[in-house]
């Protein structure tokens, strides 16, 4: 057996965790590999909307475990409150919601940190949901993270103080004592909490898994564009939002690893800070936000709208190495006469086709090719057999520019508004 892998192939927001709901009853296992709660992943079903942070999207399907992987880091506050909020719909998550030893802990430092760093960084900051991810990496890379295994250890105690006590010194004269004031006794509470959930060695419970024959799907959260390594550097996140981060996130080989699909929206958005190619800052970029509710899950900010983006989509499917795609909020378009693809930027004067190195710091003008939409509603559309010409005719030019086929299109947020083509 083999993991296969969903992930977001633009800069996140992408629709992932509806389709993870979809697919799930296919798999044994759902494992989330990397990113922390800033994540936000929306699902809808039986009229009612689920915002998830941290805990895997197969968790509503009955018979599915779902694993939190080391690659994740973990907020014990918002995490119990993700957890109460399910719990409250009448599931026990306790059986079958397990969290590796290896996961580091998110403390109320580490978003004081964040949020002492934007501020240093005034007009050229990054656009963080200061959720304290970055801080909580870079004390997990730098040997000095608290991973949620040591809350096993008589010192844990001990290493939480000692870790503060850095964090205090980075800080300085910066006003953080009532903020820690204030979430220091809550953040140990729900380390008490989290005490009744299987904490396990998730490598190892992996692949013993695999050779037993359950099938696992890794989930991945954020998107390509957003990967510390490959996105737009450095209005990126804080981990690796690859394929290659499955390995590193879950304890998986290269070669145990299946299927790859990437998720895309018809169009194009962006939360935050950082270069945006095809953005439309203007009426066309306000209606595709106000039709398609184009607002942060996790931080309710305005998502930067515009037109899909070829070369981002090329360079992504080819650096996770794609073998499927999901196409999400088709639907949003319906309205469109004309529907713009952005096949090739303009550099310097040079056409290219591919996604440069520093794009932050260069003049892109992005080349489009205009399709004809299709002005129908897809909302209640069940088969693609009965699909406007002009939609499928859309698919099969993104299918032959992307060279990978489209397997799933989304046409509504509710997870019967899917088909599987």
Same mark, same amino acid.
């Given at each position: ?11 996140? #927001? ?362 129908? #509603? ?44």
């Amino acid at each position: 057996m083999k993991v296969d892998v969903l992930l977001g192939l633009q800069w996140g #927001d992408e629709g992932k965790g509806k389709i993870v709901d979809v697919v799930t009853p296919k798999y044994d296992i759902i494992a989330r590999f990397q990113g922390g709660p800033n994540a936000g992943h929306t699902l809808i079903f039986e009229g009612k909307k689920h915002v998830l942070h941290t805990i895997p999207s197969g968790i509503f399907r009955d018979n599915t475990i779902n694993v939190i992987g080391n690659g994740v880091v973990i907020d014990p506050i918002i995490i119990k409150k993700e957890i109460e909020a399910i719990e409250a719909l009448g599931i026990d998550l306790v059986p079958t919601l397990l969290i590796s030893k290896k996961a580091h802990l998110i403390l109320p430092t580490h978003k004081i940190l964040d949020k002492y760093s934007e501020e240093q960084k005034g007009k050229k900051k990054i656009g963080s949901t200061l959720k304290g991810i970055g801080p909580t990496y870079m004390d997990k890379t730098g040997r000095n993270g608290l991973r949620i295994g040591d809350s096993l250890l008589p010192n844990f105690k001990e290493k939480y103080n000692t870790l503060v006590a850095k964090h205090k010194t980075i800080l300085g004269d910066y006003d953080y004592q009532s903020i820690l004031d204030e979430f220091e006794p809550e953040w140990f509470e729900a380390m008490t909490f989290l005490s009744k959930f299987t904490l396990i060695d998730s490598e190892h419970y992996l692949n013993n898994a695999l050779k037993s024959g359950k099938t696992i799907l890794a989930e991945g959260a954020q998107g390509t564009m957003l990967d510390i390594d490959f996105g737009t550097y450095p209005f990126v996140t804080s981990s690796n939002t690859t394929t290659a981060g499955t390995c590193t996130g879950l304890g998986v080989a290269p070669n145990k690893i299946g299927e790859v699909i990437g998720i895309f929206k018809a169009y194009c958005t962006r939360v935050g800070s950082g270069p945006f190619p095809t953005e439309l800052d203007n009426k066309i970029g306000e209606e595709i936000r106000k039709i398609g509710h184009e607002y942060g899950a996790t931080t309710g900010r305005n998502r930067r709208c515009g037109w899909i983006d070829l070369p981002a989509l090329k360079y992504a499917i080819m650096v996770n190495g794609a073998t499927q795609l999901s196409m999400m909020k088709a639907d949003v378009l319906d309205t469109f006469a004309e529907i713009e693809v952005c096949t090739h930027y303009e550099i310097n004067g040079k056409k290219i086709d591919y996604f440069p190195y520093d794009i932050t710091n260069l003049n892109v003008k992005p080349i489009y090719k205009k399709l004809k939409g299709w002005q129908e #509603d897809l909302t209640k559309l069940e088969s693609m057999d009965d699909a406007p010409k002009a939609f499928k005719d859309y698919i099969t030019y993104l299918e032959q520019e992307l060279q990978t086929p489209i397997s799933i299109v989304s046409v509504g947020p509710d997870r019967k508004q899917t088909i599987i083509r």
